[in-house]
């Protein structure tokens, strides 16, 4: 039985790493044993140091936000507090849990009979109650401020080591001598931390502010890991940069976007804005396909030919562009909303948590009245999607694809 269990496991084993998927003709994995360069050739043992690197991210994540993040936010006049909490009432909790969080005027009227209360009062009760539920603008903040930093030092990282790399000039060079394309210093640790920041996403998510597209952004964690490990194993990590580094341009952006509506920055809000979409779809709609896609559709197929995760890496590739049209149609719509209306409106995506038009809104207005927008709501949706892509950012699932989101669109968050 023991004999039979080890044979199965031997015969996965096998074909989860067979040579016929993963490697071209007449390449083996011991071709590749050697030493190279370098760092040698990739491996996937060397994965596995994303782990620990992971735990240190995160750390450094949770230091920054206390010692860093949160000082900035009280220093543009961010409050600290939090939401008020209501008055309890047994009744209008019931209604709350139980009903709706929204009551209608027909709602409301009962409730001022039963309780002898205004309409207004019922109305504001509500109003506050749902707030309460809703993080504070600080940990947003904070959360934000990370993103943005951690996405702007990558990507400055990545684009200063691509501009001495002779790929980033001619993408023929992706294929030059594959998959004898030993490692860099710097490739490597480039590759290893962005595997190993999604890593901290992957299991930060559980703690970090619960959005709507919570198992959107799950999955979309988990394909850009899938990804990134992907074309490391078969040595893809050329192509692999350049599709890192060109979905992080945007994402930073987006988290510096972010930053500026929760400060109530109203025009350099818009204005960040403005600069995500055209970067997003000047890099998404146009350099990727006519770059990216067209050196790993074709010049590859000329150089090495094509074979099977040649085909898995190329359809996954194609998803990822597809994913780019929808999210920049997203953010089309947005934009021409903001046109129509005068100012940005609400990512239909957007959080549990985004800011509502009723945040933080005096409890004199009418029951009819409408509020104003607060700037830009659209900031706290989820855009996502980075990088290996979004991401930042969703694919930030497979979106990531080779990189993360920005489903981070990383994602607005």
């Keep these: 039985m023991a004999a039979a269990a080890v044979g199965v496991l031997g015969l996965l084993w096998s074909w989860l790493w067979s040579e016929r998927f993963w490697l071209p003709q007449n390449v083996s994995w011991a071709d590749l044993e050697g030493p190279g360069d370098g760092y040698g050739y990739p491996r996937a043992r060397h994965t596995l ?29 961010i409050d600290d507090s939090g939401p008020c909490h209501v008055k309890p009432n047994a009744i209008l909790e019931k209604v709350f849990l139980s009903v709706t969080k929204y009551p209608d005027e027909k709602r409301l009227k009962g409730l001022s009979k039963q309780l002898d209360w205004d309409v207004r009062k019922i109305q504001c009760w509500f109003r506050h109650r749902r707030n309460q539920d809703k993080p504070p603008t600080l940990t947003k903040f904070c959360e934000s401020m990370w993103r943005f930093t951690f996405y702007l030092c990558i990507f400055c ?5 691509l501009w001495l790399s002779p790929w980033f000039w ?41 959005r709507k597209d919570f ?29 890192m580094c060109l979905h992080d ?11 500026a509506n929760y400060a109530k920055y109203q025009r350099l809000c818009d204005s960040l804005f403005v600069i995500f979409s055209v970067v997003f779809m000047v890099t998404r709609l146009g350099i990727y396909p006519f770059w990216i896609l067209n050196t790993t559709l074709f010049e590859s ?35 021409f909303k903001a046109l129509i209306r005068g100012k940005v409106s609400k990512d239909d995506r957007s959080d ?17 009245g409408s509020n104003s927008s607060n700037g830009a709501t659209w900031v706290n949706g989820h855009m996502g999607g980075n990088h290996w892509a979004e991401e930042h950012g969703t694919c930030r699932a497979i979106g990531n694809l080779l990189l993360g989101a920005t489903p981070q669109l990383h994602s607005c968050d």
Excluded at 229 to 241: A, L, P
Excluded at 302 to 316: H, K, R, V
Aim: net charge negative; glycine share 4%; charged share 15%.
């Design 215 to 243: 198992l959107i952004m799950f999955v979309h964690h988990l394909a850009t890991i899938g990804l990134i490990t992907f074309s490391y194993i078969n040595n893809m990590v050329r192509v692999g940069t350049l599709v």
């Design 249 to 259: 341009s945007s994402d930073f952006f987006l988290e510096a976007a972010k930053l």
């Design 170 to 210: 001619d993408t023929r060079q992706c294929w030059h001598s594959y998959p004898y394309q030993p490692l860099s210093r710097e490739l490597y640790h480039y590759y290893i931390m962005e595997l190993a920041f999604y890593w901290s996403l992957m299991f930060s998510q559980f703690i970090d502010i619960k």
């Design 49 to 77: 140091s994303a782990f620990p690197l992971a735990v240190v991210v995160f750390s450094v994540r949770l230091l920054f936000e206390r010692f860093i993040a949160k000082p900035c936010a009280l220093n543009v006049g």
């Design 157 to 161: 990282y990545g684009i200063r080591f």
């Design 352 to 368: 549990v948590e985004s800011s509502s038009e009723e945040d933080e809104t005096p409890c004199t207005k009418n029951l009819s």
């Design 301 to 335: 197929w000329e150089m090495i030919g094509p074979y099977p995760s040649w085909w898995l890496f190329n359809g996954l590739l194609l998803i990822l562009q597809v994913l780019h049209v929808i999210w920049s149609y997203l953010i089309a719509r947005i934009a």
